[in-house]
């Protein structure tokens, strides 16, 4: 029986490297890196970058009370260590192609003005706004720029925020990883005496070597793999269409410092442009699957460029307003054991508000994700919809 992972499996040249040779993280990320200009850091995850660029303002700010914008088409897990920080959290509405309501925001500023405001590439695609980017400016706002769904930088991806957030582990066959830039010449020109002066370098370090060891979660996620590889499917558990917002306490999450593992397996990963082809062609392959299996009862255009490089592939205008039509579309793919999901698990505040953040809870509600990962190939899919 064809088998489509949900997360990418690394090679086995990959993973016999990991125990032979010693390397180093090969700057494959952002060309920016190998500049003195940029400084670079690596985390275990985004949130845990997101959570240390929040303890820097509330250092910086002398430990008063951060208020801290994201858009509400967020996901709600990635928040987990920054509630630990007592942080306010002002969710502003996003548009359905993704950008912010510039209007909302503005309105949102007679309530009370941002100290960091964050804005997210989603699934790949860029979602830069010059108007988020002035309030930014205006009120002294830190401008974070989410390329978490991103495999590198590319035009208008990774050049516009004074914080840049990767997460490879989210694209590549790692089991953590997160790559957090600073950039100088962002709005607000946070520059390297500035970082000096409040010794951002001691507070990175004092994050990262707190908590347990990482080495169980990175040694359970190879095994893991290794099972997988070699044929062996039984992890596999039964997603939730729309999870709810089940509390993770910040003990739960990985360990902030990015293990050995993720290190040695990505420096094995020499060309991001391949990855970034690869996905390209998976994306048109599922979007001429979508058009002629009835299965899918969606609508969707095959493209013959596709710019960004995908995230996720989404099935897009299924034929039914009834959200039960998605639900049931859902759990069918599943039932054929197609490694379908949904995104974000929004935050409660999102979905207490359900006026003013209508559109992105019905983003959350109406798109399905199919993967397009390393491990995904055409042929796999394929032979995957004839078996059904």
Same mark, same amino acid.
């Given at each position: 029986m064809t088998y489509l992972n949900y997360a990418p499996l690394p090679k086995w040249g990959h993973i016999a490297k990991v125990f032979l040779l010693k390397t180093k993280i090969r700057k494959i990320f952002n060309k920016d890196c190998d500049s003195n200009q940029v400084k670079n850091y690596w985390l275990s995850r985004s949130s845990w970058s997101i959570y240390l660029i929040i303890k820097f303002r509330l250092l910086v700010n002398e430990n008063n009370k951060v208020n801290f914008w994201l858009p509400d088409y967020f996901c709600n897990e990635s928040l987990v260590a920054i509630r630990s920080l007592g942080v306010r959290l002002s969710f502003y509405p996003v548009l359905s192609n993704g950008k912010p309501d510039l209007v909302a925001c503005k309105k949102m500023l007679d309530n009370k003005v941002p100290?960091?405001?964050?804005?997210?590439? &989603?699934?790949?695609?860029? @979602? =830069? +706004?010059?108007?988020?980017? %002035?309030?930014?400016?205006?009120? /002294?706002?830190?401008? *974070?720029?989410?390329?978490?769904?991103?495999?590198?930088?590319?035009?208008?991806?990774?050049?516009?925020?004074? =914080?840049? $957030?990767? +997460?490879?582990?989210?694209?590549?066959? *790692?089991?953590?990883?997160?790559?957090?830039?600073?950039?100088?010449?962002?709005? /607000?020109?946070?520059?390297?005496?500035?970082?000096?002066?409040? %010794?951002? %370098?001691?507070?990175? &370090?004092?994050?990262?070597?707190?908590?347990?060891?990482?080495?169980?979660? +990175?040694?359970?996620? #190879?095994?893991?793999? $290794?099972?997988?590889?070699?044929?062996?499917? =039984? =992890?596999?558990? !039964?997603?939730?269409?729309?999870?709810?917002?089940?509390?993770?306490? *910040? /003990?739960?999450?990985?360990?902030? !410092? @990015?293990?050995?593992?993720?290190?040695?397996?990505?420096?094995? *990963? #020499? %060309?991001?442009?391949?990855?970034?082809?690869?996905?390209?062609?998976?994306e048109k392959k599922w979007q001429e699957i979508i058009i002629t299996n009835k299965i899918f009862e969606a609508k969707s255009e095959c493209v013959t460029e596709i710019k960004h490089t995908p995230y996720m592939a989404k099935i897009l205008n299924i034929d039914s307003d009834d959200s039960n039509t998605v639900v049931r579309i859902f759990d069918l793919l599943q039932k054929f054991d197609i490694p379908v999901s949904t995104w974000p698990d929004l935050p409660p505040e999102v979905l207490k508000n359900h006026s003013f953040h209508k559109t992105a809870i019905k983003m959350s509600t109406s798109n399905i994700f199919l993967p397009v990962h390393s491990s995904i190939t055409s042929k796999k899919l394929v032979k995957k919809i004839r078996s059904l």
């Open positions: 100290d960091v405001i964050l804005y997210v590439n &989603y699934f790949g695609e860029s @979602m =830069f +706004s010059e108007g988020l980017s %002035d309030i930014a400016l205006r009120n /002294n706002a830190w401008f *974070i720029e989410d390329c978490t769904h991103c495999l590198k930088t590319s035009s208008g991806i990774g050049s516009n925020g004074d =914080f840049i $957030i990767f +997460s490879p582990h989210k694209l590549l066959a *790692i089991p953590d990883g997160g790559l957090l830039l600073i950039r100088p010449n962002g709005p /607000n020109k946070i520059s390297h005496n500035f970082l000096d002066e409040f %010794d951002f %370098d001691s507070l990175y &370090y004092s994050v990262i070597n707190t908590h347990k060891s990482a080495s169980f979660y +990175s040694c359970k996620w #190879l095994l893991k793999r $290794i099972i997988q590889k070699a044929g062996v499917h =039984f =992890f596999r558990k !039964k997603n939730i269409f729309v999870n709810e917002n089940n509390f993770i306490d *910040i /003990n739960s999450l990985p360990h902030p !410092k @990015m293990s050995w593992l993720s290190k040695n397996l990505l420096s094995n *990963i #020499l %060309d991001l442009n391949l990855e970034e082809k690869h996905r390209k062609n998976i």
